[in-house]
């Protein structure tokens, strides 16, 4: 029988600003510390908005590609310092949406996407096919459609609205969109008692001449209705056994554990999820905005991976952090950091081969002619693509090599050395 996994896609929205997540701390012989708080405004006059070193949760590289040998989370995200620590969680640093290496010299010319705008980036890592050879899919869509053609069982969900990461071809797997507070009744307030069964009457009313779109909307319309009535009664079936804080972050988490709990009655072995945490665009007060929204992201994180233990599913699980870009290392006037574009994201997991800083840290932030990935005011190029987490999360989820992996990641054959397989991201026992 085939094992059951689960993967969540957090998407931090707004812009996150990445360098304030994982920052260097020991790093010789380039002190990229000292730069680091450099491009970060401090002087003599302000100590500008970098971490300080005591400030930071440090954590070992282990990789000696990088310019550091230890790094620093961010004080008020201890769940992933104690994951990394586990083995449980990793980074790649300097990532980015990206169609093929680039460098300062030709990255527009390269890159065809309006570059540094929220709703362009967005919509472009969601559905990590640049030119558009899966039109109007997304790589969570597309992931399902392949595994859904090999007759394995599979749901997709947003806990958090429509989302084009979820979009797959027509006729795929359609997937569903559920409140963080559960499922109400389809049609909760009916102007007679049997609406329901009139409805479901009404659309079963076939007739030699009934027209094409009719009949198909019918067809969709009846099974939604039974779609959500079993969902709907199965969710109610079930709770958690671990106390979630109280924020919207958090709640879609805990939906997202009380949908696992379901996964037998559904009768899948696959299921993928999205979940979105907003509130980054922080072009004034980074720091403070920062500390309450990874406060709340940490709480969140720490309720799930207790409720996930708790169902023994901890090793069959991965959750994938991405956001639409990074921001400018320079701050601004307002102690804010502006749009950018190279990030820094992590995954968690109890099945990866974690506790390693993957990708490669940038060691100079200055714009010059001899830096060949700092844009103006710290904005880096990325050295390395989303495609480099998504390569080998998608085999470990079911995607094999060859035409499978090219329907999820048409972009990923671009970037020769730049990608993690299975063997990388979750070792050689992976589950």
């Known amino acids: 029988t085939e094992p059951y996994k689960g993967l969540v896609y957090l998407y931090i929205s707004g812009g996150l600003d990445s360098f304030h997540l994982l920052a260097p701390h020991t790093c010789a012989p380039i002190n990229v510390y000292e730069r680091f708080r450099a491009i970060r405004g401090k002087n003599s006059l302000s100590e500008g908005i970098g971490m300080k070193l005591d400030e930071m949760l440090v954590i070992d590289g282990n990789n000696p590609d990088q310019p550091c040998s230890t790094f620093g989370i961010h004080p008020n995200l201890p769940i992933l310092q104690t994951l990394y620590n586990d083995g449980d969680a990793a980074f790649i640093a300097n990532a980015g949406l990206m169609a093929e290496p680039v460098d300062v010299n030709n990255y527009r010319q390269m890159t065809p996407v309006q570059l540094f705008a929220h709703n362009a980036m967005n919509r472009n890592t969601q559905k990590e096919d640049i030119f558009d050879e899966f039109v109007g899919t997304g790589v969570q869509g597309r992931i399902a459609d392949v595994l859904k053609g ?23 797997a359609a997937p569903f969109i559920v409140s963080s507070s559960g499922l109400s009744d389809f049609n909760k307030s009916p102007s007679i008692s049997d609406m329901n069964t009139v409805i479901r009457s009404l659309n079963n009313a076939t007739r030699k001449d009934s027209g094409f779109f009719a009949e198909t909307f019918a067809n969709k319309l009846s099974e939604a209705m039974t779609s959500h009535e079993q969902l709907k009664a199965e969710l109610d079936a079930v709770d958690v056994s671990t106390v979630f804080p109280d924020s919207g972050i958090a709640a879609q988490l805990k939906m997202v554990a009380q949908l696992m709990k379901t996964r037998e009655s559904r009768g899948v072995v696959r299921d993928m999820f999205y979940v979105e945490q907003g509130g980054y665009d922080t072009h004034s007060n980074m720091q403070i905005n920062l500390v309450n929204k990874f406060t709340e992201l940490n709480d969140a994180l720490e309720a799930f991976v207790a409720e996930v233990k708790q169902q023994g599913l901890w090793d069959s699980v991965t959750l994938v952090q991405f956001s639409e870009f990074a921001r400018t290392l320079d701050p601004n006037t307002g102690n804010g950091s502006d749009h950018a574009w190279g990030a ?21 932030f200055v714009q010059s002619p001899s830096n060949p990935i700092a844009l103006s005011r710290g904005r880096m190029v990325p050295t390395y693509p989303w495609d480099a987490m998504w390569k080998g999360t998608a085999t470990w989820f079911g995607i094999e090599e060859g035409p499978e992996m090219d329907k999820v990641l048409p972009m990923h054959e671009n970037f020769p050395g730049k990608i993690y397989n299975r063997a990388d991201l979750y070792g050689d026992l992976f589950v």
């Open 150 to 172: 090999k007759d394995m069982p599979v749901n997709v969900f947003s806990i958090s609205g429509t989302q084009a990461v979820n979009v797959g071809e027509p006729g795929g």
């Open 344 to 364: 820094n994201h992590f995954h968690i997991g109890g099945g990866l081969a974690g506790g390693k800083v993957r990708g490669l840290y940038p060691d100079d």
